[in-house]
């Protein structure tokens, strides 16, 4: 019990900044060995389709890495917020109104490989919309709630 | 807002300054300039009592409905 409550708050917050940075530095390892990542998948996980599906498995891991690098600046932030006890802000509104835009976004570039040349990448594509779709939730959540705080703060 | 907080008229009435007010009802100074300056969204139940008990007055007197004009 007493470990439960004080593993609470403060460091469950700090293993979501320790994730969110393991994160960024597995994506900056995907993107600087994207090429040999690309070459090992194709020869061991996913099977060699050519140059071709080479090359669109190259570009849309690129492409993806553009919303992921915005969608981990995007959790630093509200982390940082939320550690400063800055919780329903427009800011966190609007951070999480991108990550879901980044989301989409991955769903779009995943469903056009899976449509060129990757079927398989449709699962990509369901699981980003899908996620897309819960953090839409969370920030129309979020916008409510500021306005409920701006009430309760003006109840005198 | 149509409703208008007459707080400032019953305070000089009964010459009361807002530091001791806010110390007497028990809320902060900000909260009850929040009330003076018309900025509030909505008053408790308890804050009015206890404004109506330091002040000697009744809600009425704090509280004035002035209806908007319509363009």
Known sequence: MMIEKRWTGRHSLLLSQVMVWFFFILLVLCDVTGYWLVNWLCANVIGNRGLFGGMVLLGTMYLCSIPAYITLWDLHRLLRNMGREQVFVSQNVASLRRISWCCVLVALVCLVAAVVEWPSLGIVTLAAGFMALIVRVVKNVFDEAITMKDELDLTV | ?71
């Not at chain 2, 000089?12 to 110390?23: N, P, Q, T, V």
């Not at chain 2, 007497?24 to 018309?38: D, E, H």
């Not at chain 2, 008990?53 to 509280?63: E, K, N, S």
């Open chain 2, 1 to 71: 807002m149509p409703i208008v907080v007459n707080l400032d008229v019953v305070m000089a009435r009964r010459k009361i300054g807002a530091g001791e007010l806010a110390e007497k009802i028990g809320i902060t100074p900000a909260n009850l300039s929040i009330l003076k300056n018309q900025k509030a969204r909505a008053v408790r139940f308890s804050t009015l009592e206890d404004l109506c008990r330091v002040l000697d007055c009744q809600p009425g007197d704090i509280l004035e409905y002035v209806p908007e004009e319509r363009e």
